[in-house]
């Protein structure tokens, strides 16, 4: 339970390239932040700075109001979910969650009050006494965020904790943690790469490109007004028109074609940007026209490629009506829709 | 293929084991119970004399002090090489193995120049003032010992490096998070992951130091006898062949308990290792 | 943390690795010394020693013997081993955990026992010469190891390649030899290898099996030192230790750089 502020954050390995710059980050009090990112934007590399396995080049942490930059790991007090799980091979379930609350030197009975009732919250107590190996993987999970969760962190930091389960699962636990995430109030750090998997969750997320934070912002906010392409495309915009100018306060210029938006103009713009299934297909004659390239089916919508006067566009259209390959596609690009970007 | 043809494959080996190394042990055991005045009275008089007693406690003292100290050494180097880069310990292992495949005899022959009268270690300690007149430290039991170190310590290592190698950093990270210091680390996460294979080096260990003939020889002299010294000395020195075959046989059923005590302990271990 | 840069480990680290090497480096230096018996730090410099192994026909002799029993007991060790590995990885057999056992007990029975038994039964009762006692002593070192390493990797190798070889039309014994056989190959050389370090470097077998006929380097040198304290050993062992370099080089271009750090332990 506590604010975590990263302050200018840099890090190089080694003699190697930098890996984060300039990275800093305010989350508030009881929040759950995703770090959301491609593999090697540095999530790992943070997160490990925040625990104190790694120390970085630069820049501060703090938790309040403590500068804990170089407090050394064992006495962060905070948390930490490997993707691994990394429980204790050798320590039954109750050993390893009892391990960080033994480690603080709590009596026994607090201990093993403690532990029980964790396990009682994560639904292991029938458990208790089986080893790591005789575990599923959800369970070992479990295991892992029991532990975490019982020494009662300042912070709760998870790397991409659901990673090793399957589908079903992952939207299962991810449940599972956002619940005893709010029940008790931990500030916690959530790594992944999976957009859905943090959206679902986060009450912010941070989007990390090449060690820089890209945007941070709550889901809604990222989804529907992303602000740098890098992030767009991450979401799931698939279509980027280059801008080489505006025409008056409400239209852009794409190639020879002019395009309407909805609202004034950016003068800085750099690309038009809109998801395959906000572009409306329309009918013959009408709107502009391309010509199908590739048609693949996605279940619930047709995704066509289009050559067309902008350029080469995904558009999404109803599996009731399907346009062949080779076939024009007539369809208009919404203006209240579009998104200019600046970077 | 006939039933006949299977067993005609393992045969040779069979047959070649049954007459060449077990015919041959009840062959020696035989005297051992016949020539005494009852079957065991040769063991009776073997265990009650103090000399040998002694020779059997010299035994099983510098075997087990051999085994701790390969451990203790052992331990914190098999680490260290496993966390070195790829390369690094490629090279490591390379050195450890050198020793390992060098002739026992050299191996010894080293520490007798080391410790010797006029040997490294005293015309060193001399140099340097720190003692008069030289130490004896050549045909002690320290000598025993430390040869046994010497030659059994890459051995001890490869098996904890082989089983360091599998161990998941993250793991000792984990406990670091949640309060761990670095010597709680070993103790508590490191240590227990590894027992299974210290167990396993204490048997290659133990085993050895408690049987080798070389370097009890070479380094312990006539006046520091362990068993396999004394089977040798009984046999072909004094031509007692039925005393050394005494020996021979304490000396098996010895080794058989303490290596049954290690593998059950080992047994005991492998609830958590077997699921794995 | 524990990690590489750990300095109480890398200390203990790098005084292990020095108290490994630098006895080894001390005899290598004694053999260059000009004294009559051996001295560390050495004064002057010969190479004297190394010319004198070869006037010691204890040390000549002792080489071709051990070289040769090694050699010989190695190949029959996979020679009758390897077919008994097969029947018991591929056939069914009842009794497989009795035999396991039996070939494995040798492990069991200290070197120095073996050596013993193996003298009053063949040499003294039976009358056997000593140097095919020898070779039988070398035989029984060495046959643990072959079974070892060759049931290990037979229990690797998919059963079913070999089936597919009979589906073909292809004989039993000619499938071993075709298509068994060549992807055991590693484990088959790496036994050989270690059978012949062993089988080489063994003392205690070696030692009841000698006589004024028949001398095994190991021991020869074992009973030089009793009389002796002059830089040939120290000599010697350098030839030997370049013997070990070479074997292990070989070992590495035979089985890679990875089979040299793992097939001693298991
Ligand atoms: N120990 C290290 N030494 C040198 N470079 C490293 C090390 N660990 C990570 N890197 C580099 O740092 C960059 C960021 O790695 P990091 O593990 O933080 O990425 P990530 O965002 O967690 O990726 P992923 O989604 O694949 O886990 C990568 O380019 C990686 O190659
Ligand atoms: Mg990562």
New interface residues.
Partial sequence: MARLTLDSLAMTYGHGDPILHDLSLAVADGQLVSLLGPSGSGKTTTLRIIAGLLQQTSGTIKVDDEDISRVPVYKRGLSMVFQSYALFPHLTVFANVAYGLKRQKLSKADITAKVTAILQTTGLTDLAERYPQELSGGQQQRVALARALVVDPRLLLLDEPLSNLDAKLRVAMREEIRRLQLQLHTTTIFVTHDQEECFAISDKVAVLNQGKIEQYAAPEEIYHHPQTEFVARFIGFENFLPVNGTVADHAYRVGDQTVAVAGPTKPDAKVLTIRPNQIQLSPDDQGLSGQVTIRTYLGSAYRYTVDSPLGTLQIDGPTETPVAIGAPLHFTLPADQLLPLEA | ?QKAN??L??I???L???V??????I??AIPTVTSGANPIALYTQFLQSNYDLQVIFRTLTIATVTTVITVL??L??A???S???VSWR?F????????????????N??????LGK???LN?MLQALHLISAPLTLLYTNTAIVIGSV?LF???M???LV?SANGL???????????????F???RE??L??M?PAILTGAI?VFSGA?????TP??LGGNRHLVM?TL??QQ??TLGN?TN??VV?MV??VL??IV?GLLRWYTGRLD?????? | MLDRHNHVLQLIGVIVLALLILPLGIVVVTSFGTEPTISFPIKGFTLAWYANIWTQPAFVDGFQSSLTIALLASLLALLIGVPAVYALTRFDIPQKAWFQTLFLSPTLIPEIVIGFALYQTLVIAWRLPLWPSLLIGHLLLCLPYVIRLVTSSMLHLDPHIEEAAWTLGTSRPRAFFTIVLPNIRTSIVAAFMLCFINSFNNIPISLFLNGPSQNMLPTAILNYLQNNYDPTVSALSVVLMLFTAVLMLLMEKLLGVGALTTTETN
């Fill in positions: 293929m299977r067993f494959l393992l040779p080996a069979a070649g084991i049954i060449f190394a077990l015919f041959p042990l062959q020696i050494l052992g914190p180097t680490l260290w090489i966390r070195q880069s490629q490591l292992s390379v050195i450890i193995l050198f020793p390992i495949l060098t002739n026992a005899v050299v191996r022959f080293a520490w007798i120049i080391i006029n040997g490294v015309n010497y310590l890459p051995i290592i490869t098996t082989d998941n950093p993250e793991i000792e990270e984990a406990a670091a998070v949640l309060g761990a210091r670095p709680t680390i070993l996460i490191i227990p992951q027992a290659l408690m049987t080798a003939y070389t020889q070479l396999s089977i040798y046999a072909m062949w050394a075959s021979a000396l098996i080794s058989l290596l609830r958590r290792v077997d699921h794995a």
